[in-house]
């Protein structure tokens, strides 16, 4: 069974940082590409910032030089580090693992960040 556990998510304020960690079973990991998506209220889910099994990376212009994505595939693992939060990055943050080969993807459950302003 394919599992993807996001965790990290909380209430800070406006400038603060968390990281967002999301743990992997089921899958082999290291031949999945992988991302963190968000969902605001009212708003479709985007795209935050991805990396690839090999290490590229890229990011919304919005969190550039803000968010740092990272993975560690011996512990099945991807990571985003968030700096500088603002109100607008308030949202529900899910991690996501596609197989590149065939697109066949998996979801997290989410996991709630708020900033507050």
């Known amino acids: 069974q394919v599992q993807l556990v996001e965790s990290g998510g909380g209430l800070v304020q406006a400038g603060g940082s968390l990281r967002l960690s999301c743990a992997a079973s089921?899958?082999?990991?290291?031949?999945?590409?992988t991302a963190w998506y968000r969902q605001a209220p009212g708003k479709q889910r985007e795209l935050v910032a991805a990396?690839?099994?090999?290490?590229?990376?890229n990011y919304a212009d919005s969190v550039k030089g803000r968010f740092t994505i990272s993975r560690d595939n011996a512990k099945r693992a991807v990571y985003l580090q968030m700096n500088s939060l603002k109100a607008e990055d308030t949202a529900v943050y899910y991690c996501?693992?596609?197989?590149?080969?065939?697109?066949?993807?998996?979801w997290g459950q989410g996991t709630q960040v708020t900033v507050s302003s």
């Open positions: 990396i690839t099994r090999a290490g590229r990376t």
């Open positions: 089921g899958i082999i990991f290291s031949i999945y590409d």
């Open positions: 996501r693992a596609e197989r590149p080969v065939d697109g066949i993807g998996h």
